[in-house]
């Protein structure tokens, strides 16, 4: 079946820090991969996506590249900002199936 | 403004007492979900509906019910709500049927059972 497995946190980076935060996944077949983000006392709204293998998705200083070969889609940003501080969901979409990660809590200190 | 409501945001009620948690959607996706957020298990899903009167079980249904009359609601219902459904619910639409995988999601209904 279809499952995605991301790294636990929580995460805590001090401001322009680099940040990784990493997801696999299992699937069969060719599944769309995206990451949310979940703000505090909001829903998830979708950060970036990618439908093909070695698509980079990108969004806000954020990047993800769908890579079929480790079956991954690692989540990076070059330098954090507290305003970056929030809840982040891998999650992928196969067959008419749709999956989350447990989700990363991700904290950033001035 | 696009976007997906639910009702009530915050809701404490006691075991067996019936409740339901409205979802509207206003963009006209096929696609609806339910969803429940717990600690360290992430989002897992509880029914979801490709269509009007189309609605299928998702990983925890047990417990639930829900119906999709019109194409923009989609109702959660619990009909003998017990303490273990206590958690922080979603609603999530999307146009999966044409192609786009994108969900939007509601801002969430806390649900209490005591």
């Known amino acids: 079946g279809n499952s995605v497995t991301q790294m636990e946190g929580p995460v805590t980076l001090s401001e322009e820090a680099f940040l990784t935060i990493n997801c696999t996944y299992t699937?069969?077949?060719?599944?769309?991969l995206f990451w949310y983000v979940q703000y505090p006392g909001e829903g998830l709204q979708l950060l970036l996506k990618a439908t093909k293998a070695d698509d980079k998705g990108s969004n806000k200083g954020f990047e993800a590249t769908y890579r079929k070969e480790t079956t991954s889609f690692h989540l990076e940003k070059g330098s954090v900002q507290v305003s970056d501080s929030a809840v982040y969901f891998c999650?992928?979409?196969?067959?008419?199936?749709?999956?989350f990660g447990a989700g990363t809590r991700l904290t950033v200190k001035p | 403004e696009a976007q997906v409501t639910q009702n009530p945001r915050y809701l404490i009620t006691v075991t067996g007492k019936k409740l339901t948690v409205t979802c509207s959607q206003n963009?006209?996706?096929?696609?609806m979900s339910w969803y429940r957020q717990d600690p360290g298990l992430g989002l897992r899903q509880i029914y979801y509906?490709?269509?009007?009167?189309?609605?299928d079980k998702g990983d925890v249904p047990e417990g639930y019910k829900v119906s999709r009359k019109e194409k923009r609601n989609f109702p959660l219902i619990l009909e003998s709500p017990s303490p273990n459904q206590t958690s922080l619910y979603f609603c999530a639409s999307s146009n999966f049927l044409r192609g786009s995988y994108e969900q939007y999601f509601g801002p969430g209904t806390r649900l209490t059972v005591t």
């Open positions: 999650a992928l979409y196969n067959n008419n199936d749709m999956r």
């Open positions: 509906s490709m269509n009007v009167e189309v609605t």
């Open positions: 699937a069969t077949g060719y599944p769309s």
């Open positions: 963009m006209n996706h096929e696609y």
